[in-house]
């Protein structure tokens, strides 16, 4: 080596490096693009002058510094999804051995309180799972520029750039590893969990042939038999509070189970979700919607607004739709879209797309829950937090809901939250101020109805 070579050194290291920093910024195809041309071209006019210190120390220094460290980066991700997965899969079982045990002994309390603790891990699992597969996702774009910018130079990358793409091609557009599936209960444990919910007969009855139906499909394409194009997507219609985010949640466990989406996650979403205030922001923001979604259901809540304002020409909830329909299309194997609202108001959002009455030809309504089974609700809540409530202080909650009408404004589940949680505060004053040393029992009186 000549004298010059410790300078060159230096400066091929800097571009390791910066290399490396403009990497991990790349989170588009524009600046993968970017990042390639500027990257080469920095190089090339830095091995003019030494060609043989570019073939030999530079590939060296540019594999250590760039490919070993992305590495172990996504190593980094990848075993923190996996932990994430593990601990999803943990809670699962223990959670369908508790409801298990409750539906045995006729518990339906304990079932309701099962069925609450399920939402609340389900949210805090998909959680880390999202913030870990969220680190992954732009790897795939990241790596494709690493080995176009090799071949533009001719680096050779054979050794840890090799299995680094393949290991993380499902990610490219959102997907979760599929050991999050491989850890989720069994579909007859999910089927239980189903039939634990409160009410909801005619829902479950629908859900149930849905799921007979995607497996006899499977059935079919195993035996090499003509399938059908049935679409899978579907409107969800009722009154706030009857169950149509938690059954849309179980659906997708449930497709997750049987195969039919490969990660099985709820994304759920309203109007401010997709819809920006400028031009072309729209589309934007609905695409990133649907890939968080991919592998799993995209839950569309109060869909109708989207069409409402659009008609009066005062947004671009149109763009949305029209944004919507045709990712469901280029999507249509890994993408279940469930759009929810009122019955009314969702038959004209389905009218305000010529494409979505043949991609949504199923309806499933959720009718109001019953008197009997809100008070139900209302004792799964009560168990759950270790509250006990009198039959007195039952009978006072039952004849206030009988009293309420059922319009389309009534809360069904939410109501009973309303007035669990503002039972909860007139206990607390209650407590406070009487000095009283029962913690668990609520009256008439907390309830103040």
Not at 83 to 110: I, K, P, V, Y
């Amino acid at each position: 080596m000549n004298s010059e070579e410790p300078a060159h050194a230096k400066a091929y290291a800097k571009i390791a490096q910066d290399t490396l920093a403009y990497l991990t910024a790349i989170d588009t195809p524009e600046k993968a693009h970017t990042f390639v041309a500027q990257t080469a071209q920095q190089i090339r006019e830095l091995s003019a002058k030494t060609p043989e210190f570019y073939s030999g120390e530079f590939i060296s220094t540019f594999r250590d510094t760039v490919v070993k460290r992305s590495q172990r980066e996504i190593a980094d991700a990848q075993r923190a999804l996996g932990d994430a997965n593990a601990e999803a899969g943990a809670a699962s079982a223990e959670l369908t051995a508790r409801f298990r045990a409750a539906r045995a002994a006729g518990d339906h309390a304990a079932q309701h309180a099962v069925w609450r603790d399920q939402e609340i891990q389900q949210a805090a699992c998909q959680a880390k799972v999202d913030a870990a597969a969220k680190r992954l996702q732009p790897w795939s774009l990241r790596i494709d520029a690493m080995k176009s910018l090799a071949s533009t130079l001719g680096v050779n990358l054979t050794g840890p750039a090799d299995t680094t793409p393949s290991q993380n091609a499902q990610l490219s557009s959102g997907h979760a590893t599929p050991s999050r599936r491989a850890a989720a209960a069994s579909l007859d444990d999910l089927l239980t969990q189903l039939d634990g919910l409160t009410g909801l007969a005619p829902v479950k009855a629908d859900v149930r042939q849905l799921i007979d139906m995607a497996r006899v499909e499977q059935m079919r394409r195993t035996a090499g038999l003509p399938v059908s194009q049935i679409s899978h997507h579907l409107v969800f219609t009722g009154n706030p509070g009857t169950g149509k985010t938690t059954v849309a949640r179980q659906l997708a466990q449930l497709y997750a189970a049987i195969g039919l989406l490969r990660t099985g996650q709820l994304v759920e979403i309203t109007r401010s979700d997709l819809v920006a205030g400028y031009v072309g922001q729209t589309a934007i923001k609905t695409t990133e919607a649907v890939k968080r979604a991919l592998g799993g259901i995209l839950f569309i809540d109060e869909a109708y607004s989207l069409c409402r304002l659009a008609s009066a020409g005062q947004d671009f909830g149109q763009e949305a739709i029209d944004t919507v329909v045709k990712l469901m299309e280029d999507h249509r194997d890994e993408l279940v879209v469930i759009v929810a609202g009122y019955g009314e108001e969702m038959a004209q959002f389905i009218r305000s797309n010529p494409g979505l009455p043949s991609r949504f030809p199923r309806t499933i309504h959720f009718p109001d829950y019953s008197t009997d089974e809100l008070v139900l609700i209302f004792q799964g809540m009560c168990a759950h937090n270790k509250y006990e409530v009198s039959a007195e202080t039952v009978r006072a909650l039952r004849l206030y809901l009988a009293k309420l009408p059922r319009t389309r404004e009534f809360g069904n589940g939410r109501l009973v939250r309303n007035i669990f949680e503002a039972a909860l505060a007139r206990q607390a004053s209650r407590i406070v101020a009487t000095n009283c040393s029962d913690l668990t029992k609520l009256t008439p009186t907390d309830l103040g109805l």
